[in-house]
């Protein structure tokens, strides 16, 4: 079983950067495609950036291309979010998620298989 634990989160101004990281455990974190996803109060969870399991390729919502950067580092066991630019409309929890053998086309929630507890992330203007 995977366990997720993002961290980073903060109370921010607009225009400033934020990283999120993303911890997991177990021997199997190079068989994941990696994402990050997005809830503000009164919104469903919407997708925000995707990463294949070697690092190589990603996949960004229209709404960060950008200003946010995935990245992975599979010796550690970590995925981040390098978030500049932040806008208050980026206040949100944010959620790394992990889906086994997927694709960074895979833009629905409900297609990953675990996902972390949440970072909370306030952009004020």
């Known amino acids: 079983q995977v366990q997720l634990v993002e961290s980073g989160g903060g109370l921010v101004q607009a225009g400033d950067s934020l990283r999120l990281s993303c911890a997991a455990s177990g021997r199997t974190f190079r068989w994941y495609v990696m994402g990050w996803f997005r809830q503000a109060p009164g919104k469903e969870r919407e997708f925000v950036a995707t990463?294949?399991?070697?690092?190589?390729?990603?996949n960004y919502a229209d709404s960060v291309k950008g200003r946010f950067t995935i990245s992975r580092d599979n010796a550690k066991n970590t995925v981040y979010l390098q978030m500049n630019s932040l806008k208050p409309e980026d206040t949100a929890v944010y959620y790394c998620?992990?889906?086994?053998?997927?694709?960074?086309?895979?833009?629905?929630?409900?297609?990953?298989?675990?996902w972390g507890q949440g970072t909370q992330v306030t952009v004020s203007s």
């Open positions: 990463i294949s399991r070697n690092g190589d390729s990603t």
């Open positions: 998620a992990a889906d086994y053998l997927g694709s960074i086309r895979t833009y629905s929630p409900n297609e990953y298989d675990y």
